[in-house]
């Protein structure tokens, strides 16, 4: 599935904690990496640019700092890396840069840090990301810099990868870019579906037998688990090891982080335009609370409708 894989930098060492595992992808998969950078007018970034008159000579030698960063950074990898490894230095506002880049060359991935220390730190959560996430061009797996856990950093490599679906074939759509991944880092897949607790009682909070109440709870667990069940099957015909979870009286947000802490997860899927639970996944609070408080990886998909379906024919 992967044969490119793009990573946006901005020169900052925050931005490339996204190369490693980068790399580490594009090595395993045969793909080649491409490191993008976006030269914005110096006028941009300097406060006292604006009182003088625009000095093609000055914007040339911001332009070729940026170029020798990324010709320098691209020779260090070049050194150890298998695969191909190039850059690009395109002009431009740093959004439209980068969309058009992505909407040109057409990556099968994005690895991106979520916090950059110069332009990209408008860019997670920002215009940008949300609208190469809604386009559903391509995955985007989102790093974060210097996010621990037990003190240590995250390898570029995952082992143990969580699955949060709601039943919506919209929502299994992030299942291909989450095989693929598990299949290239021989990892472990957990399905997890949330039954909320308001979910639970609905159409039953007027049973005047309690009994009934919990007649009813269990069937709508008993249905969730027979739904990832079909679904880890499907995982396990493509040679993954796959399990199921479901979890009953959490939000969606406080479940996955909760199965991620416990099961030691590496990396966590999500998809968009699912229902139900999922609905607001990207850019909503239970989003941006998995993304921000997850201690590793996050890959956000937004598949376009007429895109594969895991079990389509």
């Known amino acids: 599935m992967f044969r490119s894989i793009l990573v946006p930098l901005d020169g900052s060492e925050f931005a490339e904690e996204a190369i490693p595992l980068a790399l580490s992808i594009a090595t395993r998969a045969g ?36 170029q020798a960063y990324l010709d320098t950074t691209v020779k260090r990898l070049q050194t ?57 061009l391509a995955p985007i797996l989102l790093v974060h810099p210097g996010k621990t856990r037990n003190g240590q950093r995250p390898k570029p490599a995952f082992k143990r990868i969580l699955i949060p679906l709601d039943g919506s074939e919209l929502a299994e759509r992030v299942l291909k870019p989450a095989i693929a991944i598990g299949s290239l880092m021989g990892a472990d897949c957990t399905l997890i579906q949330t039954v909320g607790a308001s979910s639970l009682l609905d159409g039953f909070a007027t049973a005047a037998d309690p009994r009934a109440i919990e007649d009813g709870c269990e ?71 998995i993304a921000w408080h997850s201690t590793g990886p996050v890959l956000v998909y937004c598949p376009r409708q007429n895109e594969y379906v895991l079990n389509e024919k």
């Open 219 to 289: 069937q709508r667990r008993a249905t969730a688990r027979a739904y990832l069940n079909r679904v880890a099957e499907r995982l396990r015909a493509e040679g993954l090891c796959a399990r199921t979870r479901v979890v009953s009286g959490k939000s969606p947000a406080v479940a996955v982080l909760d199965v991620a802490r416990g099961e030691d997860i590496n990396l966590i899927t999500l998809a968009m335009r699912g229902h139900g639970a999922l609905r607001r996944l990207i850019f909503g609070s239970v989003a941006e609370s």
């Open 80 to 136: 150890t890396a298998s695969i191909p490894v190039t850059s690009a230095l395109v002009d431009g506002l740093i959004e439209d840069a980068i969309l058009e880049r992505v909407e040109t060359r057409l990556p099968d991935l994005i690895v991106m840090a979520t916090h950059g220390r110069g332009p990209l730190s408008r860019f997670c959560f920002g215009s940008v990301a949300e609208k190469l996430i809604l386009d559903g």
């Open 31 to 66: 793909a080649s990496l491409e490191l993008l950078r976006v030269h914005e007018l110096y006028a941009l970034h300097d406060p006292h640019a604006c009182w003088s008159p625009y000095e093609p000579t000055e914007d040339a030698k911001f332009r070729a700092k940026e």
